[in-house]
């Protein structure tokens, strides 16, 4: 066995894990750094829609709804201690449910998110049953009739039909 | 009302002899087909020409009636003005719903006189012929379309310059993109109406096997690269001119491109297994059903007005009809497919899923999952309003959670697909195959780690980038080194191309998405300010004017350099403020400025808002690289394979007697 090929044998593989592992936590756990408020403003009206508009958000909006509800929420952000879902949930309170970007995870708004998963599970199952059918219906070795399709097959070609 | 005038008779005659010549076109094939009559096969070309000929002239019609400043018609005065610079008054024929369907109805009448032509000597082939027929019925319906709902040389009433004939909107008059985008995008999305064609065809002939497959193959490939180009730069444009700095905000329109984008990707997919193994015979006819359709679709939800959009026309009667063609096409495709059932039933068996095919399957499940997904959170505003009637807004908080979890699927799939086996993979074979790219993809994540980055979702974007990226590059450096250059040509290798693109994009899009770092400042003329590791200096702060802008804009020194100018110009005619940031733009980062509304150049105030956007450029390097690609792909690859070859080695038959 050649070196190359011994070394993706399991200790190469181990090792990977444990880099990708080890890399992994260091990056989700380590402090992303602060936030200046303008981004904190931003993150949040990304979350809202503009009450007039047709489908932007307040971040994206450039009218004086969507600035007037960008100053409440830089004002919120610099004078209260209150969190992004707070603040969202003020704005949606304040502005009206137009506002409300994020379909509510209750109610009918709900199957939004049902649905797709449904959909998934759907697919999942279907999948597995179409390859529980293949995996019994394997019909490698050719009948009678399969060769004399095939046998036709080459025929036509042969007299240059196909 | 005025009366008719030269371009309104001239455009109203040559769309009516379009009309007449599809319709003609199409009910003289079938009946040449039907009877097998070879002279009047030979009656049907005229009809194409002179179809194209009344699209062609339709459109110069209408770019004379813009040009000449042709007041009569009452589409001029909507997008037309006497100020529009020549670039965009050419352009301003698409910027409106009538106009954008005289492009549509142009593009397909090219299309069909190109296949037309292309298989003229194969008319009698009854497959050719019914495509040909599809395509003529289709070109009818787009001519019926510009003659009725959407009658773009309609006279308009006696012009008050005082209220109408301002130009098109602000932002279709600002960029040269608009000159690209949308006519590369329509190339896209019309392009697949050949496809589906030749589908309809294979299902109506009962020729179902493989050959339409390969008749199709190219256009599909050539609508699906047009397509990828026309998002692209729908995007480029959009981080141009729109100043939130984004390229992406799943407005409903953008939607209604990117789902026949998902569907036609999964088909050029899956489209393999067929001709390979013979397989997936329904799934592909419903693919290109689904694409086709879903263009439609997408046209119904975004210029009918049911659907609120930025990029949405004005209310239109168009809404009806393109509903009725989309019912159409679904049940007379649906209906097609159950006749044909029994032809259909595919005679093999995926063998395990663990190969080439089973990964292109899971493929295509994610990618129509995430085109119903996307699909469902386009209508669903629609849905709640019939039943409750009350708004809501579904935007990008739920798309973007949506997205992620399958992209990142999708991503992971695109390492594994090209080293599996058709048929079956071994776990030694796997463990030698991904060995290499698996190790790229744990390179890619410690040197992203290196440079700071955190979060999982970004973190795992970028390892299975990686990893799909090392796949990618294992693949071409097999083939380069048994083949040379020709490597890289063919589907397969031409598709690696298309991948390293498509993974250029994710990454960057991960990095622009998830990184961003942004402030505003309100600075005097003279001031300095430092942010995330640049200096902002404000130059100066000065008005402008144009025949058609007022605006103000600030030069604004980065890092003590060049001058950049973000500015803001009001269109005076229309009252509305466009803005036009300035961007510096570099491998690693884009830093990019916006003029904020409130400075004020009599103080010298600015108030700007610097984004400092990481990887933006390979967006762009990303796409160009898709564009090229699917131009190797769509060469032919050094060993083409005959339908009856092998294709690949025998299962041993102590493994068949296992079974």
């Known amino acids: ?50 009450p007039i508009c047709n489908g932007e958000t307040v971040y994206e909006s450039r009218n004086t709804a969507s600035a007037s509800i960008r100053a409440e929420i830089k004002n919120q952000v610099s004078t209260t201690d209150a969190s992004d879902d707070a603040i969202i949930a003020y704005v949606v309170q304040q502005f009206g449910a137009k506002t409300q970007l994020l379909p509510r995870a209750s109610g009918f708004e709900s199957l939004v998110w049902v649905i797709p998963g449904v959909a998934l599970v759907c697919a999942g199952v279907g999948l597995f049953f179409s390859f529980r059918k293949w995996r019994t219906n394997v019909d490698t070795v050719p009948d009678a009739a399969d060769r004399a399709r095939v046998e036709a097959a080459m025929a036509a070609e042969d007299s240059g039909e196909s | 009302m005025l009366a008719e005038g030269l371009n309104g008779l001239l455009g109203h005659t040559a769309l009516i002899v379009g ?22 096969i030979k009656t049907v070309m005229p009809y194409g020409w002179l179809a194209l000929g009344g699209a062609v002239m339709a459109v110069v019609v209408m770019e004379r009636g813009l040009i000449t400043r042709d007041w009569q018609l009452a589409y001029v005065q909507r997008v037309g003005s006497r100020d529009t610079p020549a670039l965009f008054n050419f352009t301003a024929l698409w910027s409106a719903l009538e106009g954008s369907i005289l492009l549509w109805l142009l593009l397909l009448a090219v299309y069909t006189a190109i296949i037309m032509h292309r298989y003229r000597a194969r008319l009698a082939d009854p497959l050719v012929g019914w495509a040909l027929v599809v395509m003529f019925f289709v070109t009818a319906f787009f001519f019926f379309l510009a003659l009725g709902p959407t009658d773009a040389f309609r006279a308009g009433v006696t012009p008050d310059f005082t209220a109408c004939c301002k130009g098109p909107n602000p932002l279709l008059q600002n960029h040269v993109l608009v000159l690209f985008h949308p006519p590369i995008l329509y190339l896209g999305y019309v392009g697949f109406t050949v496809p589906f064609a030749f589908a309809i065809a294979a299902l109506v002939t009962g020729r179902v096997g493989e050959g339409w497959l390969v008749e199709t193959r190219r256009w599909a490939l050539f609508a699906w690269g047009f397509l990828t180009v026309g998002i692209v730069l729908g995007g480029w444009w959009s981080y141009e001119v729109l100043g939130w700095g984004g390229v992406w905000g799943w407005d409903p329109v953008e939607n209604a491109s990117f789902l026949p984008w998902l569907t036609g990707t999964a088909y050029i997919h899956s ?27 997408g046209t119904f939800l975004t210029r009918s007005g049911v659907v609120n959009s930025v990029h949405a026309f004005s209310d239109s009667t168009i809404g009806p009809f393109l509903l009725g063609a989309f019912g159409v096409v679904v049940l007379v495709s649906l209906g097609l497919i159950a006749w044909r059932g029994d032809r259909l039933r595919s005679p093999g068996a995926i063998d395990s899923p663990i190969s080439r095919e089973g990964a292109f399957l899971a493929n295509n499940v994610l990618l129509a999952l995430f085109a119903f997904v996307i699909l469902l959170g386009t209508v669903f505003p629609l849905i709640v309003e019939a039943k409750d009637n009350r708004k809501i807004a579904v935007g990008s908080p739920f798309f973007d959670t949506m997205s992620q979890p399958i992209g990142l699927v999708l991503l992971f799939l695109m390492a594994v697909a090209p080293a599996l086996p058709w048929r079956k993979a071994s776990g030694e074979l796997l463990r030698d195959r991904l060995f290499w790219p698996a190790w790229c993809g744990a390179g890619t994540l410690a040197l992203s780690v290196f440079l700071g980055a955190t979060d999982l979702a970004p973190l795992l974007a970028f390892t299975f980038a990686g990893f799909a990226g090392g796949a990618a590059i294992r693949q071409l450096v097999l083939a380069t080194r048994r083949q040379g250059y020709r490597g890289l040509l063919g589907r397969t290798n031409g598709g690696m191309v298309v991948h390293l693109g498509v993974i250029i994009i994710a990454v960057a899009l991960a990095a622009s998405n998830s990184y961003t770092r942004s402030a505003e400042f309100t600075m005097m003329k003279g001031e300095t300010v430092s942010f995330a590791g640049h200096t902002f200096k404000v130059l100066d702060v000065l008005d402008f004017t144009t025949p058609r802008t007022v605006g103000i804009k600030a030069e604004i020194s980065i890092d003590g350099g060049q001058a950049y100018a973000p500015a803001i110009s009001k269109y005076t005619a229309f009252g509305m403020d466009v803005p036009t940031p300035s961007v510096k733009t570099s491998l690693v980062q884009d830093i990019y400025l916006t003029l904020e509304n409130g400075s004020k150049p009599s103080t010298g105030e600015a108030k700007i808002k610097v984004f400092i956007k990481p990887m933006v450029v390979w967006l762009w390097i990303g796409g160009t690289l898709c564009a090229f690609g699917t131009l190797l792909a769509a060469f032919p690859g050094k060993n083409r394979r005959r339908p009856t070859d092998a294709v690949s080695a025998p299962i041993p038959l102590d493994e068949v007697a296992s079974v």
């Open chain 2, 271 to 297: 489209v393999m297994v067929q001709e390979r193994r013979g397989m997936l015979r329904v799934w592909n006819l419903s693919l290109l059903v689904a694409t086709f359709s879903l263009t439609i679709l």
């Open chain 1, 1 to 50: 066995m050649s070196a190359a090929s011994s070394v993706k044998r399991w200790p190469g593989w181990v090792l990977l894990a444990f880099v990708v592992a080890g890399c992994l936590a260091y990056g989700v756990t380590r402090d992303a750094g602060a936030r200046t408020p303008e981004e904190r403003v931003e993150e949040i009206s990304k979350q809202l829609a503009c």
């Open chain 2, 19 to 40: 009309f007449a010549a599809s319709l003609f076109g199409a009910l003289a094939l079938i009946a040449a087909i039907r009877l097998g009559n070879a002279r009047l």
